[in-house]
């Protein structure tokens, strides 16, 4: 039995598929941790999301930052949805999107594994957290997609405000603050507040603000984080964080991180070669 965690993969479906291949993936054996954004950018994303789905007994997802906006599309009205790129068109008005979009909001935000010592997050977690507040400010979100109050949030779901979490935050802003941290953040200040504009490799941001991860003061957590989201970092590995974004759908590669191990073990593949980044960079 093996425990893989997998980067993002934007609809790069051959590449999952390759990369499955390679790992020998057995999943009346093995498990499958993905790390966010299934969705988006790749060109087969409702392929990419069967395939997850039909994996879903042997797989956990934390949900990245085009999940839920696609999520949060799902919400709108045809003539709206009819309006987004031809990608996530073909999963909207894909005949078993009622389906994925149900599975997709019972998928978390935060997942940590006691056995492990493992803990997924698509981009990162609050300075401020211990690893049981995370857990907990995650599972108030997990808990209101799942429920039948979701398209409240789904439609409140943007906004770069509040851009530091609180415990004194309440209902939506709480929520869409738990969101932008574990989706979204990059670089925050010593206070935690994320700089939403900084998104290149460290030593390129601005005077005061530091990786999510090397934060000055900010709270022990004793286990090792696995998460995406940065394909400018790429492979990291360091101060307990190993991040496994390695900008597949730009180019890149699809990376799967072995967690089970005596020490965490990588294996890639390629992106198709048709596969660059535009104008415009990441986000």
């Known amino acids: ?46 392929d990419t999301l069967r395939l997850i789905h039909g994996l879903r007994e042997s ?27 031809p990608e996530l068109r073909e999963v909207l008005f894909a005949d078993d999107a009622p389906v994925l979009f149900e599975w997709l909001r019972s998928q978390k935000l935060v997942h940590h ?18 690893l049981r507040q995370a857990l907990r400010a995650a599972q108030d979100v997990e808990r209101e997609l799942s429920s039948p109050r979701h398209p409240r949030l789904l439609r409140n779901l943007f906004g770069n405000r509040p851009a530091v979490w609180s415990a004194r935050l309440q209902g939506l802003d709480r929520q869409r603050a738990t969101i932008n941290t574990t989706t979204r953040m990059r670089y925050c200040d010593v206070n935690g507040r994320i700089d939403f504009d900084a998104k290149g490799v460290p030593g390129t941001q601005k005077p005061g603000l530091y990786p999510w991860f090397s934060v000055p003061g900010m709270r022990k957590r004793d286990t090792r984080i696995v998460c995406g989201h940065w394909s400018a970092l790429g492979r990291f590995a360091g101060l307990g964080v190993h991040a496994i974004d390695t900008g ?27 596969r660059k980044r535009p104008p415009g960079g990441e986000d």
């Open 1 to 46: 039995m093996a425990t893989y965690a997998i980067g993002d993969v934007q609809g790069c479906y051959p590449e999952l598929q390759r990369l499955l291949e390679k790992l020998r993936f057995d999943p009346a054996q093995d498990q499958l941790w993905f790390c966010g954004d299934l969705v988006n950018r790749g060109g087969q994303s409702l």
């Open 59 to 85: 797989s956990i997802i934390t949900l990245g930052n085009h999940d839920l906006s696609l999520l949060a599309i799902s919400q709108r009205r045809p003539d709206a949805q009819a309006r987004v790129n």
């Open 113 to 130: 594994d006691e056995r492990l010592n493992w803990t997924m997050v698509h981009a990162g977690l609050a300075p401020m957290w211990t």
């Open 248 to 274: 597949c759908v730009w180019g890149g590669q699809l990376t799967a991180l072995q967690l089970d191990g005596d020490e965490p073990r990588y294996v890639t593949v390629d992106a198709e070669p048709h």
